[in-house]
């Protein structure tokens, strides 16, 4: 069973139009994430969710819209794609853990969406 | 957040134990260090993460100084499977907080 999925795996379209990206975890978690990924192999991170509320959105073009419709999905809908929008587009999700009253967790990551802008 | 420098490329023989140095001359006392590896063409991928202790698991283990500014990635048999980028990343103490990836350090493995 895949921890993290996410579809399409390869998405190619033209500038201006508009797409998402389906992201679903099995895993129970409660914190999902947005990273991307560019040409120089940069991981940036996009958006945070948790418990289904944005808590990190970092300087990211309002033409991208997360929305999680549960704890389990957080997809990405992107307005007017761009050339500069071409990337890997990773979702991951964390995992919280109680440690001696401190909390610490692993994030597992997707596969990836390439998204190619032409 | 605080940062982490790590040299970009290594190499290492199939088979031999490989060291992977991190510094971390920022780091406060309550931040993690926490290893992430990316395979070519797939996701980033956790490895392990300590606090002060070293630490074991199946994949690797972790050394942590005992000042906690540096740190040290061990794979103990590297495989041909083991070459990707190594990513050692500071976390704060509420694990939801976002990772923030350096450049990380290309490993090479030859067969």
């Known amino acids: 069973d895949t921890a993290v999925s996410q579809t399409p795996k390869y998405l190619v379209t033209q500038m201006g139009n508009d797409k998402s990206i389906k992201c679903e975890q099995n895993?129970?978690?409660?914190?999902m994430y947005w990273y991307k990924q560019d040409s120089k192999k940069f991981l940036k991170i996009m958006f945070s969710?948790?418990?289904?509320?944005?808590?990190i959105n970092e300087t990211v073009p309002n033409r991208f819209s997360p929305k999680s419709p549960d704890k389990a999905h957080l997809n990405l809908h992107i307005n007017s794609l761009e050339l500069g929008d071409s990337a890997v587009y990773f979702c991951a999700s964390s995992r919280v853990v109680l440690d001696r009253g401190r909390k610490e967790g692993e994030a597992f990551f997707g596969q990836g969406t390439r998204l190619t802008v032409v | 957040d605080a940062k982490t420098t790590q040299p970009n490329s290594m190499e290492s023989n199939e088979e031999e134990p490989v060291h992977l140095p991190c510094n971390h001359s920022?780091?406060?006392?309550?931040?993690?260090i926490h290893w992430y590896r990316q395979l070519p063409s797939q996701g980033p991928e956790y490895v392990i993460h300590?606090?002060?202790s070293n630490v074991n698991n199946r994949m690797a283990s972790l050394a942590i100084a005992e000042d906690r500014k540096s740190s040290t990635l061990i794979l103990h048999r590297a495989t041909l499977r083991d070459a990707a980028v190594y990513y050692c990343i500071l976390r704060g103490r509420f694990g939801n907080e976002k990772l923030t990836f350096g450049t990380g350090t290309r490993l090479t493995i030859i067969p």
């Open positions: 895993l129970g978690h409660d914190t």
């Open positions: 969710y948790n418990n289904k509320e944005l808590i």
């Open positions: 920022t780091i406060s006392g309550t931040d993690y």
């Open positions: 300590g606090l002060t």
